[in-house]
């Protein structure tokens, strides 16, 4: 799983990316920290791990900004884990990743990541960036006002 987290322009250097990520996650000396900006947040999402992982967080993040709803969650099934960008307007709530083997941790997370700012599912459009199968598809439609994938 990608190891990163997202600091605001203002704070940011590239001298301290390291230091700043380490504060967050378990670094190996080894383990190289890059750094991609994030102009649509103001923001600078700094990592360590494989460089397309990186690439679809800051998409992700890209895409909920773009999207012209007021409650924006953008949702990405990989691997072993789920990605979960949840904002409000132009506030940035939630951007993190969870180990989610399977579909139904998958929906647990997005839930409890909802429950925590209070958006209703009922009111709440999900976006699935990337592949998403027809089964959590289906199940997500009980609860959401409506299912897309960008």
Same mark, same amino acid.
């Given at each position: 799983?990608?190891?990163?987290?997202? %600091?605001?322009?203002?704070?940011?250097?590239?001298?301290?990316?390291?230091?700043?990520?380490? !504060?967050?996650? %378990? @670094?190996?000396?080894?383990?190289? /920290?890059?750094?991609?900006?994030?102009? =649509?947040?103001?923001?600078? &999402?700094?990592?360590?791990?494989?460089?397309?992982?990186?690439? =679809? %967080?800051?998409?992700?993040?890209?895409?909920?900004?773009? @999207?012209?709803?007021?409650?924006?969650?953008?949702?990405? @099934?990989?691997?072993?884990?789920?990605?979960?960008? /949840?904002?409000?307007?132009?506030? @940035? &709530? &939630? =951007?993190?990743?969870?180990?989610?083997?399977?579909?139904?941790?998958? !929906?647990?997370?997005?839930?409890?990541?909802?429950? !925590?700012?209070?958006?209703?599912?009922?009111?709440?459009?999900?976006?699935?960036?990337?592949?998403?199968?027809?089964?959590?598809?289906?199940?997500?439609?009980?609860?959401?006002?409506?299912?897309?994938?960008?």
């Amino acid at each position: 799983m990608l190891k990163y987290t997202l %600091i605001p322009e203002g704070y940011f250097s590239e001298e301290a990316a390291a230091s700043q990520l380490a !504060q967050v996650v %378990i @670094l190996e000396k080894s383990e190289p /920290v890059k750094s991609l900006e994030l102009p =649509c947040y103001k923001a600078v &999402l700094v990592y360590a791990g494989d460089d397309a992982a990186a690439r =679809c %967080i800051a998409d992700m993040l890209s895409a909920a900004a773009a @999207l012209d709803r007021y409650n924006k969650v953008v949702v990405h @099934l990989g691997g072993d884990a789920v990605d979960i960008v /949840v904002a409000a307007g132009e506030r @940035l &709530l &939630l =951007c993190n990743s969870f180990p989610a083997r399977d579909e139904v941790t998958a !929906q647990y997370y997005l839930f409890a990541a909802l429950k !925590q700012f209070q958006i209703n599912p009922e009111l709440t459009r999900v976006h699935f960036f990337g592949e998403a199968g027809e089964g959590i598809k289906g199940d997500l439609f009980r609860h959401f006002a409506s299912v897309e994938v960008l």
